[in-house]
């Protein structure tokens, strides 16, 4: 796919975006194509990490192609804001962890990728934001649900109402972004926290997201019963025998996914 470069190395998935001439922005094609890796990714078994980041070093994504947005009729717009929201849902719902490298500008829906991810680590000179209410338009792909679930209702209304953009210093003191690091660390920083998940077992990975993202949405009782179910369904894996043969025998165990 020419919009979505995609690489796996071992058990991680790197997701690239990849029209660095318009700035890594979200044309229809683009959408599509990541909506069919994205489905790809979460019907692996050997994926257990994954990584978005933006080809090029200026941008991770600066939201929605406008050039293209331009020529669209208000029925096009409509399918283009149906895809975007449909396709980060889809991000958002994958069972493996995902980490959103932002590498660079990330504005309107480049940010709301980066909120459908897991973990975003952004390199110290980015700039972000939901800057959509400058366009008088709003966030359209999950950023008004997203970025206060995260950060608190009082803070992202502010951002969002003052189409504010965001450091990646900012960003980080917001609770926005994970990590900050320099363009020299930034692969580097990100890779390495990719491989302290990838240490671990992957269904329990995979499990331990479901029973947070499930359960942060119901009342407590509701939750701790989401979190046993989950926990049962790793008492019966291979891995959980591994892990205790392994500590037995004071070595790192080698996990299979089974």
Known sequence: METIHYEQQGHLAIVTLNRPEAMNAFNYDMLVDLGNITESIRINPDIRVVIFKGSGDRAFSVGADLKERKTLTDLQVKRNIYKIGEVFTAIENLPQPTIAMMNGF???????????????IAVDTALMGLTETGLAIIPGAGGTQRLPRLIGEAKAMELILTAKRLTATEALSYGMVTKVATAEELEETTFAFAEAMLANGPIALQQAKFAIKHGMNVDLQTGLSIERKAYEITIPTEDRIEALNAFAEKRKPVFQGK
């Open 106 to 120: 990330a504005f309107g829906g480049g940010t709301e990728l980066a909120l459908a991810c897991d973990f975003r």
